[in-house]
């Protein structure tokens, strides 16, 4: 035990000695000395400020130097960047549609239909115009009217719109002020709904929607629907208050291409209410199914 304590002793007092050694003198058992920490590469740098007042989420300026610039002239680059921003959505297009064009076969008189729109404009706001109408064949139009209307898209799906519509038949002619959205709703149903106020005061209410049900990418079955609902009794108009009549489609067209495309299917129409009886007052008939062959086309 005694020499364990004096080994413990010498040891503690030779440390200091030995680390005082020449290390130089060691030979070929020199240790190498060990390697350097890198330099710290923000040394000199001021670090990004952490404090909580700098607002989060902002975006920075808009940059006023372009490095395109340094290369070709600045007349030259800023041209470039008007049409790239313009082909980004400020743009200016046209379209017109008519939707359906048709012969309708049913028992009596056979008749014939339209329905079309168009518009100009860019991805927010647009001039539209709506169209639709119907009559027998060889006998006198029964319906035909014109909307001139402002559309303003709300978002990337439903556009609001604005305008007038004027109808030439029937007769009485009547002008009303129009405002309604239209749009393309969840599962792909197109769907539009629009209000409508006379001259001579009295409103109305329209529903309208369809949906394509693609059965190849060419052959697409489409059904659809349209109501339309009035606020008061129009009888110079055979019209009556509350819901006036109700039409069902379901046409299945081929596409040649998706500019043209031939169609066929069947139609049916109703009046109810008031409508219906003013309808049997002038000798008319209050619903009719009809087949129908038609082509819809756009460009």
């Known amino acids: 035990m005694t ?15 030995l680390a ?16 350097q920490a890198p330099a710290d590469p923000h040394a000199g740098h001021a670090m990004p400020s952490t404090d909580d007042s700098v607002p989060q989420g902002v975006a920075p300026p808009i940059p006023t130097d372009h490095a395109a610039e340094a290369f070709y002239p600045a007349a030259t680059m800023a041209r470039a960047r008007a ?26 008189a056979n008749g014939y239909a339209w329905e079309g729109e168009g518009w100009f404009g860019g991805d927010i706001n647009r001039f539209a115009f709506k169209t639709e109408g119907e009559g027998e064949v060889g ?27 004027q109808d030439f038949r029937p007769q009485p002619q009547r002008t009303y002020a129009v405002v309604g ?40 079955l489409q059904p659809a629907a ?35 495309a031939p169609y066929v299917g069947v139609h049916w129409e109703r009046k109810l209410g008031d409508t219906a009886r003013y309808a049997r007052a002038a000798g008319e008939g209050t619903s009719a199914t009809s087949l129908v062959m038609g082509v819809r086309f756009w460009f």
Do not use: C
């Open 3 to 17: 020499r364990l304590i004096a080994a413990l002793l010498l040891a503690s007092t030779a440390t200091p000695a």
């Open 20 to 35: 005082q050694m020449d290390h130089s003198q060691m030979g070929a058992h020199q240790t190498p000395p060990a390697p």
């Open 83 to 108: 049409a790239m921003i313009k082909e980004s959505g400020g743009m200016r297009f046209l379209q017109l549609m008519l939707d359906r064009l048709e012969y309708r076969a049913h028992k009596g």
């Open 139 to 165: 006998g006198p139009l029964e319906s035909a009217e014109v909307q001139a209307l402002y559309s303003r898209a709300l978002n990337p799906w439903f556009n609001v719109e604005a305008g007038v519509r």
């Open 181 to 220: 959205i239209e749009g393309l709703a969840p599962y792909w149903f197109e769907v539009g709904a629009q209000a409508f106020l006379s001259d001579k005061g009295d409103a109305h209410l329209r529903l309208e929607g369809s949906y394509d049900q693609r059965i190849t990418q060419r052959l697409i």
């Open 226 to 260: 349209e109501m339309n609902m009035s606020a008061q009794d129009a009888p110079e108009l055979g019209i009556g208050s509350g819901v006036s009549d109700i039409e069902l489609g379901l046409r299945l067209r081929y596409e040649f291409t998706r500019e043209f």
